[in-house]
Every structure is written in C-alpha cells, then in structure tokens.
C-alpha cells in the first residue's frame, strides 16, 4: 500500500480493533498505540518527502490515482506537497497529544475514542486529497463526528452548542458543494472532459464571468470552518462546550481545512475571481483579526478567551492569504502550523486547569504556579509564544505574515496591514493578564493548594505539543524554504 493512504487506512483498523475492546485500558491502549504509529508515519513521511523532493521536481509527490466512479470521472487522487506534509504532521502530533490529554476519560470512552480518530481521519484525507469530491468527502467525514463529540461528551450548553456548529458547517458545506460543481461543469471550458482533478482543472481556462460567480461560494465554504467574521458565532459557544481533547483537535486541526482549501481550491482554481474578490474579503478578514483580539480580552473564561483568540489568529491567515505574496503566503502556512499547536496547547492546560480547580473563571484563580509548577510554567511559555515573542513559531509566522502583506505596493493595502499588526498589543494584553491573573500572585483559594501536579500522560500531552513550537521558533529556515518552493506553482496562477 502506498505512503499516503495508509494515513486514511490505519485510523480505520485502529477504530475496527477499539470496537471490540472490552475494557477502558484496553481502549486507551489501543487508541494510543494506533495513533503514535499515525504519529511515526507523519515523521517518516517528512523525510522521504525532502528525500524525495530532492529528484522530483512535480507540485506533488507521491502521488496515486484510482477511478472511483467513471460516469462523473471521480477519481481517488491522492499527492502531497511540502504543505500537506506539514499539516499531516500537525494532525498526528495533535491528536496524539489528545489522547494523553484524554487518558482518564472514563464516561464511555471506546465510543469517544471512535468517534475522535473517525474524525482524525476524515483531516488526514483532506490533506491527500487531488480530487475535489474525494476531498469533499473527506471533509464531512471530519465535520460530522463533531456534533456528536461535543453533544455527548462536552459540558454546559453541550447540546445547543452541538447543533449551532453543525447547522453553520452544514451550511457551509452547501455552499461549498456549490462552489465544486461549478467548478466541476466548467472543467471542460477548453473542450475536454470534466473532471475533478484539481490539477487537470488547473490546465482550464475557466471562463471569468463563472470564476466570480463561484469564488465566494468556495471561500465562505472554506471560510466559515476558518471563523471568518461574522461567519464565527459558532466557534466560541462550540470551544467553551467541547471535552479538552476534542476542542484541541478542533482548534489545532479542524479549523485549518477552511485556509487549506481556500489555498488549494478557490484561489489556484479559481484566481481571476480570487483577485477581483480579494479587496471585500480582506475587509472581512482584517476585521476579524481585530475583533477576534478585543472579544477576547472582553471574556471572563479560558476558554471563551482561546475560542476569540482562535478567531482572530485565523483571520490573521485568511488576511495573508488575501495579499498574494509569497512571503505572506508562507507565514500563512507557518500560522496555521503555529496556531494549531498552540491553541491545543492552551485548550489542553485549560482542561488541566478546571479538572482540578472546577471552574474556567479567571477572577476565581490564582497563584496556581507555586501548586501546579510544570503546568504553570507551560503556562507561561505558551503564553509568551502566543503572543509573538521571539525563539517561539509565533513570532516566525506573524513577522512573516506583516513583511509580506507591507510588500504590497497598494496603500489600501499596507492601511489595513498597519490596522491588523494594532492586534498585536490587543493580544499581548489578553495574554498577559491572563497568565499573570492564574499563575501568578497569592492563591486564591485555600482549597487550591491541595491540588495535584501534572501526571505523565499530561506531561507527555504537553511536551508533544511544546517541542515544535521551539523548534520552529529557533531553526525556522528549513520549514520557510520547503514551504516557498510548494507555493510558487500556485503562486504564478495568480501574477
């Protein structure tokens, strides 16, 4: 079997073993063991990729392709480049880490470990997808298990909260599937037959009157799971109601598909409506990105806090999308990477945090740092990370992202990129106080000092996810460059 599928295959015999698991060890031994194979595969696959990349000059490498369904030409088309690789990466270190974080999750636990990995696999899909209806198809395999994570296993309004993140996805992926059928029946413009090939599809001069028609059918589809404003309303009820795990994996992978295939889809299919529609979209985006950064010194819980922080941060990717530069583009991907790990880093010390002290209120807590010294000082770090600072992958994304939107020559432009680098301080004072208010000072209840340090399992969560922000704060070249070369065919569509 080849590289690639078998990160759809191994998600699915994991799920096919956990099924008859007869006990709650069994089911988390066996969720762990399936997914640190998933987790060792997107290693390896990072170097056979530069091993070879190294003789293979192709936008994708690895690449498969099986008829599916021959009366529509649907193909299972699967490829990679250094993008996808990254992001598979992402996936496996932030679902690993997800289930450490889950380890003592007892309230039937083999069917919210099924329902976890289905939904890792539906992402890894996604991401090795070159077909727009095999992708299409991978991404409601990821989106429908969340109504079920968060409507059974979540906590507060779990149930309300559940079925407004289902209905504003749904929705979007009507819109989406829209978008891909428009492009589909006008794949075959320059006489050939239609096709899904995203790279086939490339190779036609769609006509421009159909490009802005279908454009903002594909972007808000994309966009919406991205929490573009004012599609974002479900994002902070969703966050603040879903288990630990399952917010970490929404946050740190889920929500990236919407950049991925804004990327992927609209803009290298569709780049005569993505230019003609950039100048609306980017208003969207740079108001999210500051209205995401004040929602969230507005909140009074973690997690509210995190879910606006989310907001603006992916609004931050979506603006460096929109500026059609390579250097923006690469802090794009950089941010997608960077946020992904962490804002699961930050929802999983959130869950740490209320299992032991049962309450997200940030007036409630205090001087947890002298207690819980390895969560508080991750605490700490992931704080000062978040907010840009430098030798953390922060910092390389959102330099990356404001240099390259500044090299716009347009003063519209560089307007709304001096407005969207305002967020900075916004951040920094959400951060700040937060992580001063918890960790920091006297305890603020003595029943508090009574509570227990990290375990293993949550170590080894947050080590998982701390080691590649550091390491591509401090040696960020390599990744920059493998993610410039990916870039540039898509690049040239649009200049």
Partial sequence: MDILSLFVVVPVLTVLVLIFAKNLKQARIVALIGMAIQFAMSINLIFAYLKERAVNSDI????????????FNIHYSIGVDAISVVMIALTSTVILAGIFISWKIDDLAKEFFVSLIILSSGVFGFFISTD?????????????PMYLLIGIWGSGPKENSAMKLTLMLMGASALLSVGILGIYFNSNADGGALTFNIFEIAQVNIPEAAQN????????GFAVIGA???????SPSGHASAPTAVSMLHAGVLMKLGGYGIFRIA???????ALNWTDFFLVLASFGVIYGAFGAIMQKDLKYVNAYASVSHLSLVLFALLMINKTAWTGAIIQSLSHGLLTALFF??????????????????????KIMPFIGAVYVITGLAYLGLPGFSGFVAEMSIFVGAFQHPDMFHRILTIVVVSSIVVT???????????????LSNKEYAKLPKATWYEKTGLVLLMIPVIIIGVMPLGLSEMIKASIQPFLERLL
């Fill in 60 to 71: 994708m490498v690895f690449t498969k392709d099986a008829l599916w369904f021959e009366n």
């Fill in 132 to 144: 727009l209806f095999t992708m299409f198809v991978f991404y409601e395999i990821a989106v429908i």
């Fill in 213 to 220: 028609l279908f454009f903002p059918f594909v972007f808000i």
């Fill in 228 to 234: 573009l404003f004012p599609f974002h309303t479900w």
């Fill in 267 to 273: 803009m290298y299919l569709l780049p005569l409506g």
């Fill in 348 to 369: 999983a010390l959130i869950g740490m945090v209320y299992g032991r002290t049962h309450t997200r209120e940030i007036e409630k807590l205090g001087g947890l740092m």
């Fill in 428 to 442: 920094a004072v959400y951060i700040l106080r937060m992580v001063g208010k918890i960790m920091m000072g006297p």
